[in-house]
């Protein structure tokens, strides 16, 4: 298979991948099993992070996405996360969870193949 749809990874999609792998390790959080939700994720934070300039949580509903931004509060690592680990994303998982995998590092190439 060529190549070629991985030479131009998204600058935040990358971003969003070192922040979510160094965000794990800090807080002693997996990744999911499921490859694809974890890409998922990422991939709306990244988007997000390209429209309003910060990685506002992709799994909620916003009716206003500009003020929730500056509101800063569904930011991630939104203030639930932070406080108490709670991530509904499931990005960031507790190491019993169910769909907790062993990995803290994710490689940006296998994410967007997993959602292709
Ligand atoms: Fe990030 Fe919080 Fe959304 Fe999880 S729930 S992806 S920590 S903003």
Not at 60 to 70: A, C, N
Request: aromatic letters at 10%; a negative charge.
């Amino acid at each position: 298979m060529s190549n070629s749809i991985f030479k131009d990874i998204p600058e935040n999609f990358e971003a969003m991948c070192k922040f979510s792998e160094a965000y794990a390790k800090k807080t002693g959080t997996y990744f999911c099993l499921d490859v694809s939700v974890t890409a998922v994720v990422i991939e709306g934070l990244a988007k997000h992070k390209d429209i309003y300039g910060a990685p506002l949580c992709p799994c909620r509903h916003y009716d206003d996405k500009i003020k929730e931004v500056s509101n800063a509060y569904w930011n991630c690592p939104c203030v639930p996360m932070r406080e108490r680990k709670e991530c509904h994303c499931m990005l960031f998982l507790a190491k019993e969870s169910e769909f907790a995998s062993n990995n803290q590092e994710i490689e940006s190439k296998d994410l967007i193949k997993s959602i292709q």
